[in-house]
T-cell receptor
Framework: KQEVTQIPAALSVPEGENLVLNCSFTDSAIYNLQWFRQDPGKGLTSLLLIQSSQREQTSGRLNASLDKSSGRSTLYIAASQPGDSATYLCAASNQAGTALIFGKGTTLSVSS | EAGVAQSPRYKIIEKRQSVAFWCNPISGHATLYWYQQILGQGPKLLIQFQNNGVVDDSQLPKDRFSAERLKGVDSTLKIQPAKLEDSAVYLC??????????????FGPGTRLTVL
């Protein structure tokens, strides 16, 4: 049974700092891994999707990597801004078309 | 392209009452998911539809929860009767079949349910 863990649960950084959010999963036979952002009281916004055959994906200041052998994914945020403050969730799917299994998220606070 | 639509956005009911949530997925998306997100937790799947058929409802509390997806488009999730522990955000998501979009899931804004 797939389990997804995110550490740390909360993170506070000053504006401009580069940071890494961690996600680990127990079953390396994943189909894809998706990173989301959730603002308070809002739904989930998809940030990056990494297929099992890929090692990383980039979008603007965000870079997500995937290492299936170690069961880990990281989300790198460059030059953090106060607007990046939100909860970041990672989720894995084990087969095409199946539901996502989520971690509990990392709540990020970027101070100006 | 319009996103996933959900209504209502907020609902407050008393325990033992019934409630229904509505979801309209992205046009053309064959797969629809309902997730429950309890405060401080990640979303958890309740039910998954492929077109108008149920793919996975193993985690749906069938004694009180029901869902349908008529004509393979809109979907309704119902709770009857509600319990205090049903207080959560109910998220609807949709995705296309594996293909160029790589089965990426897109989420609606959610419905926040409070059971008193």
């Amino acid at each position: 049974k797939q389990e997804v863990t995110q550490i740390p649960a909360a993170l506070s950084v000053p504006e401009g700092e580069n940071l890494v959010l961690n996600c680990s999963f127990t079953d390396s036979a994943i189909y894809n891994l998706q990173w989301f952002r959730q603002d308070p009281g809002k739904g989930l916004t998809s940030l990056l999707l990494i297929q099992s055959s890929q090692r990383e994906q980039t979008s603007g200041r965000l870079n997500a990597s995937l290492d299936k052998s170690s069961g880990r994914s990281t989300l790198y945020i460059a030059a953090s801004q106060p607007g990046d403050s939100a909860t970041y969730l990672c989720a894995a799917s084990n087969q095409a078309g199946t539901a996502l299994i989520f971690g509990k998220g990392t709540t990020l606070s970027v101070s100006s | 392209e319009a996103g996933v639509a959900q209504s209502p956005r907020y609902k407050i009911i008393e325990k033992r009452q019934s409630v229904a949530f509505w979801c309209n997925p992205i046009s053309g998306h064959a797969t629809l998911y309902w997730y429950q997100q309890i405060l401080g937790q990640g979303p958890k799947l309740l039910i998954q539809f492929q077109n108008n058929g149920v793919v996975d409802d193993s985690q749906l509390p069938k004694d009180r929860f029901s869902a349908e997806r008529l004509k393979g488009v809109d979907s309704t999730l119902k709770i009857q009767p509600a319990k205090l522990e049903d207080s959560a955000v109910y998220l609807c998501a949709s995705s296309n079949l594996p293909g160029p979009s790589y089965n990426e899931q897109f989420f609606g804004p959610g419905t926040r349910l409070t059971v008193l």
